[in-house]
Every structure is written in structure tokens, then in C-alpha cells.
């Protein structure tokens, strides 16, 4: 990423933030809370609404870290969604999962030992105590964080799907499952426990509403297990947790995942590699009626030379959309390797694109 701090590019970018700053529009701003409820709601807005956010490695091993990483973030970068990024296994670690470094790409803890490894594994799976541990680390990194923005900008706590967390402990879950669904089906009620306490909590400590992400909601599940392992505890934790004052956005990781299936989950709107897989944004919006949220393929950035290509990559992208709902955000993280320099040429772009 150095070429984007050569001198030429460094030109380039101040012309843009000049142009930025030469063009923008003068009047109230739209409060965030306001901004948002709306934009979930599929309404018209003000201004172009949007959510960025990344891995903070190193940081994300404290809740004093990860609350300073999180406030200085979104200083810089003012998204109007502050989605909590917590450590990539932290939930898995409490149930045995030994963890290493970070992928050098998402910034994600990596599992260096898995504790499920044979089917019989499964029966040493216990209750977890979501006050401690990792799990209570991220209720209070969000309790410290609610301290700091409550009432100035919409939070959402990141909870993993329980089959999420289930594959994380269990690389083999899958199989496991179809080898003994009546063993698998009844230990798997501690993890679907243990994330549905994790969501309330994290509201009860402050989150306004929940970033819901899945791995596994696409064809690497039967329709039927996609329905008994996925859908099903999402509903229960969902129903158990989000109430009316708050809101819920789901993210399905990976190509090709069940949009027509998740949008009969209670959810406020859905985040996916719109960029990278089917539906895009506008077939999506005939589907859904919620939020949608996505536009930004910061995987594709890695490969751009020329700063003014990531600025008319998202105006062509908004434009083309041409419709109501849309907060623009990545389809998953942005990646370590863009650089502050471009995220903040994305950032001024979206501020800058006409209603």
C-alpha cells in the first residue's frame, strides 16, 4: 500500500478533499439515530447514509483496547453506525478454542487448536458463564463504549450465529452433525444459550441494536439443516433479545447465500458481498423492503493505483442502485491492507453524493 502515499497520489487525494469540501452542500444535518431508523426503514434521508468498520488486532484483547481503537476510528472516520468489531473467535476461545495471531487480510484471531476434534468431543461441551471470559470482556468493552458515544451515534454489538460458533469450536461440525444429529442437536442448546444471553447483555450494556453474522447460511447446509441449524436458533435468539427500540442487521458471509430465506428472519436489514455475489443491491431491494447495507468492495481496493478510481467506483456504484435503503458499508470488514489514506478518499466520497 505505499504506492498510495507517493507524492503524485498525495496531489490527487487533496485536489479530491478540496473538490470535497468546494461542493459540499450547507444546511442541518440529519441526526445519526434519525438518519438510520430511516434508512432501515427504506425512507428517503437527508444525506447518504453509512457504516465502516475493521478488525483492530492486538487492541481487540482488552476491552480498554478495543474501546480506544473504537473511539478513535470513528473520530477519524464519523460512520453513522458504530459496529463494535470484537476478536474474530473471541466466543470460541471460551469454549476451548486455543487462539493464535491474526489473518493478515480481515484481522481475525486465528484458532491454532480446535477443542471438538472426534465426535464424542462434543459430550465435554459445558455451560459458559458469559459474564467472564472473552464473553464478558465484550460486555464490558461495550458498557465502556456506551459511555462514551451514548445518545451521539447508533452502536450494534457483533454476534455470531450459534452454528457459527458451533464450527468454530468443531472444524468438522457438519459431518459430526449427520453422523449423530440427536447428540450434536442436544449440545448445541449450550451454545445457542450462551449466544442468546451474549445478545441480551450486550443491549442490556448499552448496544443499540445487533450486527448478526453467519457463515453458513448458504448451500454448504442442506435446505433442512440450513432451516434446523441456522435459521431456527437465529429466530429464538432474535426474538428473545432485540425489542422494539432497537434493531437488527444480519450479515451472510460468503458467495451465494439464502437472501430469499433470511429475509423471513425478524431483521431490520442485511449486509452481504453485494460486490462479489448474488443479489446485487437492486435485485436485492426487490426482494427485501429493510436496509441494505453494502456498496463497498474494499477487497477490490487492494489492486487500485490511482486513488480517483475507489471515489468513482462508489458514485457509480450509488447511482446505479437508484433507490432508497441503502447504507453504504463493506460487504464483511474492510481488509487491513487499505490504507487510513483510502478509506478516508471513500469516506469523503460518500459525503459528497448528491441525494
Given at each position: 500500500?505505499?504506492?498510495?502515499?507517493?507524492?503524485?497520489?498525495?496531489?490527487?487525494?487533496?485536489?479530491?478533499?478540496?473538490?470535497?469540501?468546494?461542493?459540499?452542500?450547507?444546511?442541518?444535518?440529519?441526526?445519526?439515530?434519525?438518519?438510520?431508523?430511516?434508512?432501515?426503514?427504506?425512507?428517503?434521508?437527508?444525506?447518504?447514509?453509512?457504516?465502516?468498520?475493521?478488525?483492530?488486532?492486538?487492541?481487540?484483547?482488552?476491552?480498554?483496547?478495543?474501546?480506544k481503537a473504537?473511539?478513535?476510528?470513528?473520530?477519524?472516520?464519523?460512520?453513522?453506525?458504530?459496529?463494535?468489531?470484537?476478536?474474530?473467535?473471541?466466543?470460541?476461545?471460551?469454549?476451548?478454542?486455543?487462539?493464535?495471531?491474526?489473518?493478515?487480510?480481515?484481522?481475525?484471531?486465528?484458532?491454532?487448536?480446535?477443542?471438538?476434534?472426534?465426535?464424542?468431543?462434543?459430550?465435554?461441551?459445558?455451560?459458559?458463564?458469559?459474564?467472564?471470559?472473552?464473553?464478558?470482556?465484550?460486555?464490558?468493552?461495550?458498557?465502556?463504549?456506551?459511555?462514551?458515544?451514548?445518545?451521539?451515534?447508533?452502536?450494534?454489538?457483533?454476534?455470531?450465529?450459534?452454528?457459527?460458533?458451533?464450527?468454530?469450536i468443531d472444524?468438522?461440525?457438519?459431518?459430526?452433525?449427520?453422523?449423530?444429529?440427536?447428540?450434536?442437536?442436544?449440545?448445541?442448546?449450550?451454545?445457542?444459550?450462551?449466544?442468546?444471553?451474549?445478545?441480551?447483555?450486550?443491549?442490556?450494556?448499552?448496544?443499540?441494536?445487533?450486527?448478526?453474522?453467519?457463515?453458513?447460511?448458504?448451500?454448504?447446509?442442506?435446505?433442512?439443516?440450513?432451516?434446523?441449524?441456522?435459521?431456527?436458533?437465529?429466530?429464538?435468539?432474535?426474538?428473545?433479545?432485540?425489542?422494539?427500540?432497537?434493531?437488527?442487521?444480519?450479515?451472510?458471509?460468503?458467495?451465494?447465500?439464502?437472501?430469499?430465506?433470511?429475509?423471513?428472519?425478524?431483521?431490520?436489514?442485511?449486509?452481504?458481498?453485494?460486490?462479489?455475489?448474488?443479489?446485487?443491491?437492486?435485485?436485492?431491494?426487490?426482494?427485501?423492503?429493510?436496509?441494505?447495507?453494502?456498496?463497498?468492495?474494499?477487497?477490490?481496493?487492494?489492486?487500485?493505483?490511482?486513488?480517483?478510481?475507489?471515489s468513482s467506483?462508489?458514485?457509480?456504484?450509488?447511482?446505479?442502485?437508484?433507490?432508497?435503503?441503502?447504507?453504504?458499508?463493506?460487504?464483511?470488514?474492510?481488509?487491513?491492507?487499505?490504507?487510513?489514506?483510502?478509506?478516508?478518499?471513500?469516506?469523503?466520497?460518500?459525503?459528497?453524493?448528491?441525494?
Amino acid at each position: 500500500m505505499e504506492k498510495f502515499f507517493k507524492d503524485s497520489n498525495e496531489i490527487i487525494y487533496n485536489n479530491i478533499i478540496l473538490n470535497f469540501k468546494n461542493n459540499r452542500t450547507k444546511g442541518k444535518v440529519m441526526d445519526k439515530f434519525d438518519l438510520i431508523k430511516k434508512a432501515l426503514k427504506a425512507e428517503p434521508t437527508e444525506k447518504v447514509p453509512y457504516a465502516i468498520w475493521k478488525h483492530f488486532p492486538e487492541y481487540d484483547k482488552s476491552p480498554e483496547g478495543l474501546l480506544k481503537a473504537q473511539m478513535e476510528f470513528q473520530t477519524k472516520f464519523d460512520s453513522d453506525i458504530m459496529k463494535i468489531s470484537i476478536s474474530g473467535r473471541a466466543f470460541a476461545n471460551d469454549f476451548g478454542a486455543e487462539l493464535g495471531g491474526y489473518d493478515p487480510d480481515s484481522g481475525s484471531r486465528i484458532c491454532v487448536k480446535y477443542p471438538i476434534k472426534r465426535l464424542e468431543d462434543w459430550e465435554n461441551v459445558k455451560t459458559v458463564d458469559i459474564t467472564t471470559g472473552e464473553f464478558g470482556n465484550q460486555i464490558i468493552a461495550m458498557k465502556l463504549i456506551h459511555q462514551q458515544v451514548n445518545g451521539k451515534i447508533p452502536t450494534m454489538m457483533t454476534v455470531f450465529s450459534p452454528f457459527m460458533v458451533a464450527s468454530q469450536i468443531d472444524p468438522n461440525m457438519i459431518l459430526h452433525y449427520r453422523e449423530d444429529p440427536q447428540l450434536i442437536g442436544e449440545q448445541f442448546k449450550v451454545v445457542i444459550t450462551a449466544m442468546t444471553d451474549f445478545a441480551k447483555a450486550s443491549l442490556d450494556a448499552g448496544a443499540d441494536g445487533l450486527f448478526l453474522a453467519t457463515q453458513h447460511f448458504n448451500n454448504k447446509l442442506t435446505e433442512n439443516e440450513r432451516m434446523e441449524l441456522e435459521f431456527v436458533p437465529m429466530k429464538s435468539l432474535i426474538k428473545k433479545t432485540v425489542k422494539k427500540n432497537n434493531f437488527l442487521v444480519l450479515h451472510l458471509h460468503g458467495d451465494d447465500p439464502d437472501f430469499n430465506l433470511a429475509t423471513k428472519l425478524p431483521i431490520n436489514a442485511i449486509n452481504w458481498h453485494d460486490q462479489q455475489t448474488k443479489p446485487n443491491l437492486s435485485e436485492a431491494r426487490k426482494i427485501f423492503k429493510g436496509g441494505l447495507l453494502g456498496g463497498l468492495n474494499a477487497e477490490s481496493w487492494k489492486d487500485i493505483s490511482n486513488p480517483e478510481e475507489v471515489s468513482s467506483m462508489i458514485s457509480s456504484i450509488y447511482k446505479n442502485f437508484n433507490s432508497t435503503g441503502l447504507i453504504l458499508a463493506p460487504g464483511c470488514v474492510i481488509p487491513q491492507f487499505v490504507s487510513d489514506f483510502i478509506i478516508e478518499i471513500a469516506v469523503n466520497t460518500i459525503k459528497n453524493l448528491k441525494k
